[in-house]
């Protein structure tokens, strides 16, 4: 099992409780998958740095999970057709000790 982290930007036209919906069914996806989340946090509306589909702000969701490696795209696949989610980067989380960066 790898350390993963998820940053989605999700559109800015939901809020509130679809906002709250969307995030649930984002983190049911994982479980399905069987991967266990350690932490969730919603970042908040930010600017983009550029337009994604007309769209000049997005909101910030990070999620950490644990999962097997082939379950990354299953999980693409399944988010993909989400017309809520803007984009997505998936990142493998390196375990090192300070020891390590030092040398």
Same mark, same amino acid.
Do not use: Q, W
């Given at each position: 099992?790898?350390?993963?982290?998820?940053?989605?930007?999700?559109?800015?036209?939901? =809020? /509130?409780?679809? $906002?709250?919906?969307?995030?649930?069914?984002?983190?049911?996806? &994982?479980? @399905? %998958? #069987?991967?266990? *989340?350690?932490?969730?946090?919603?970042?908040?509306?930010?600017?983009?740095?550029?337009?994604?589909?007309?769209?000049? =702000? /997005?909101?910030? $969701?990070?999620?950490?999970?644990?999962?097997?490696?082939?379950? &990354?795209? @299953? %999980? #693409?696949?399944? *988010?993909?057709?989400?017309?809520?989610?803007?984009?997505?980067?998936?990142?493998?989380?390196?375990?090192?000790?300070?020891?390590?960066?030092?040398?």
């Amino acid at each position: 099992m790898g350390s993963y982290e998820a940053l989605f930007i999700l559109t800015p036209e939901i =809020d /509130g409780e679809m $906002l709250e919906k969307e995030i649930d069914y984002l983190k049911n996806e &994982i479980v @399905k %998958l #069987l991967g266990e *989340i350690s932490e969730s946090k919603l970042l908040g509306k930010r600017k983009l740095a550029y337009s994604i589909k007309k769209m000049t =702000d /997005g909101f910030y $969701l990070l999620i950490n999970f644990t999962c097997k490696p082939d379950v &990354i795209d @299953k %999980l #693409l696949k399944r *988010i993909k057709h989400d017309l809520n989610v803007l984009r997505v980067g998936i990142f493998k989380k390196d375990s090192f000790s300070i020891s390590e960066i030092r040398d």
